[in-house]
């Protein structure tokens, strides 16, 4: 089983208010974490050269660059997960970051409770999709790509690497191991978020559109991941493992 959290984890927590950054400080490291905290862009891209951490979260009210755009280039100097905390709570705004390949998105005022919750799925989900690459098939493959669960990387048919956020990468973990059956948008967001899908989350409908943009040959028009009407999502190709 893999724990929620191990001795040692490091959040970098990105925001330019001292207040919130001392109080997430706290709450934790009297949880098990370490913190280490920056004011802005360029704070934080320091810091993640100095040294390692296992998650961001991340503001998106920063000053100078925000946090949107943070997230759309963050993937160029660092592979992790990424929790945007902000006060925007509208529901483009979360799309658009979940779209920029964040993996949760939490809203101010946020709960405390809620938010440890969050950080821990999200890093107990980056630890399972590690271990099981160790202990699963050493690849998958279908419809000409395959998959490699060591190294985290999906290979084209013409041998080209398709670049995968951590979200889409664990999706399509979930889809390979389930081929051919309807995942209900409760179980996906179970498995990749912790928690039953509300009745206006489209956090599944955002990862599943940016998978197919990747993967399908037209994403107008998929036909590896299929939607089922009131169901879920299905996945169609056939998949072997060496």
Excluded: C
């Amino acid at each position: 089983m893999v724990p929620n959290e191990l001795p040692g984890d490091r959040l970098l927590i990105v925001d330019d208010d001292a207040d919130v950054t001392a109080l997430l400080s706290r709450y934790f490291s009297a949880n098990g974490f370490s913190t280490v905290t920056a004011a802005d862009g360029d704070d934080m891209r320091r810091r993640l050269r100095e040294s390692p951490v296992d998650l961001v979260l991340l503001d998106v009210g920063l000053p100078g660059e925000d946090g949107l755009s943070i997230t759309r280039r963050l993937g160029d100097i660092w592979r992790g997960p990424v929790i945007i905390v902000s006060g925007r709570g509208d529901a483009v705004d979360r799309v658009v970051g979940l779209e920029l390949g964040a993996d949760d998105y939490v809203t101010k005022p946020f709960d405390l409770r809620e938010l440890l919750a969050r950080v821990r799925t999200v890093l107990r989900r980056w630890r399972q999709t590690t271990v099981s690459a160790t202990d699963g098939p050493s690849a998958y493959r279908f419809d000409g790509y395959v998959l490699d669960p060591r190294s985290r990387t999906l290979r084209a048919a013409d041998g080209g690497i398709v670049e995968l956020t951590t979200g889409e990468y664990a999706l399509l973990r979930v889809l390979v191991d389930h081929p051919h059956r309807v995942l209900s948008r409760d179980h996906l967001m179970s498995h990749l978020y912790g928690r039953a899908a509300g009745p206006f989350d489209r956090a599944i409908d955002v990862q599943v559109a940016r998978l197919r943009r990747k993967i399908e040959p037209d994403a107008g028009r998929p036909r590896l991941i299929k939607s089922v009407r009131g169901a879920g999502y299905v996945f169609t190709p056939t998949v072997t493992s060496p």
